[in-house]
């Protein structure tokens, strides 16, 4: 299980690297949003530990994560993580949505979207997208929200070996509802 989180997490810098690429400059997104507030998962009944990146993963090629939790159960990781750069909401933000959410999971090898649906979240437009894949031959599935306010980006995924479990799919269900724009 610990290398499948390792490998998550390894999963977790990739999808930061694009967060730069998209971007268009690392250094332009590591300022972090404050503009928002999320339960921590790691406080009450559910079984994941707050976590930072253990030192074999070296998150250098783009922004850390804001949040990171570990399943206790499971070798699934739940990341969130914002980005401000001088970016506008445009009429063309579905778009931008979509465009991110294929940068963040660039490098996965046979990926394939289950499924995409918009929603919103405190009536801001929000895109979840369900991906498969491998990473290093290993099968992967990832659940991705993404959002934009102002002049940031957001993005909440899980991360975890094929085929994701119920309860850390509801756990993460649960994480992304608690998610809110002050």
Same mark, same amino acid.
């Given at each position: 299980?610990?290398?499948?989180?390792?490998?998550?997490?390894?999963?977790?810098?990739?999808?930061?690297?694009?967060?730069?690429?998209?971007?268009?400059?690392?250094?332009? *997104?590591? =300022?972090?949003?404050?503009?928002?507030? &999320?339960?921590? %998962?790691?406080? #009450?009944?559910?079984?994941?530990?707050? $976590?930072?990146?253990?030192?074999?993963?070296?998150?250098?090629?783009?922004?850390?994560?804001?949040? *990171?939790? =570990?399943?206790?159960?499971?070798?699934? &990781?739940?990341? %969130?993580?914002? #980005?401000?750069?001088?970016?506008?909401? $445009?009429?063309?933000?579905?778009?931008?949505?979509?465009?991110?959410?294929?940068?963040?999971?660039?490098?996965?090898?046979?990926?394939?979207?289950?499924?995409?649906?918009?929603?919103?979240?405190?009536?801001?437009?929000?895109?979840?997208?369900?991906?498969?894949?491998?990473?290093?031959?290993?099968?992967?599935?990832?659940?991705?929200?993404?959002?934009?306010?102002?002049?940031?980006?957001?993005?909440?995924?899980?991360?975890?070996?094929?085929?994701?479990?119920?309860?850390?799919?509801?756990?993460?269900?649960?994480?992304?509802?608690?998610?809110?724009?002050?």
């Amino acid at each position: 299980m610990r290398i499948f989180f390792t490998m998550s997490l390894a999963v977790i810098s990739g999808v930061l690297s694009s967060c730069s690429i998209f971007f268009g400059n690392i250094r332009s *997104v590591e =300022e972090k949003s404050t503009q928002y507030s &999320v339960e921590d %998962l790691s406080k #009450g009944r559910f079984h994941w530990k707050k $976590t930072n990146s253990p030192p074999e993963i070296e998150l250098t090629d783009g922004p850390r994560p804001d949040l *990171v939790f =570990e399943s206790n159960q499971s070798a699934a &990781v739940i990341s %969130l993580t914002s #980005g401000c750069k001088g970016v506008t909401r $445009t009429p063309q933000s579905e778009h931008n949505l979509a465009a991110y959410t294929r940068t963040l999971v660039m490098g996965i090898a046979e990926l394939k979207f289950t499924e995409m649906k918009k929603f919103k979240i405190d009536q801001v437009d929000a895109l979840w997208s369900s991906v498969s894949g491998t990473l290093n031959h290993a099968p992967v599935n990832l659940e991705i929200v993404v959002s934009q306010k102002d002049n940031c980006y957001y993005d909440l995924i899980l991360v975890g070996p094929s085929p994701l479990s119920g309860s850390s799919l509801d756990d993460f269900r649960h994480f992304v509802s608690t998610f809110h724009f002050k």
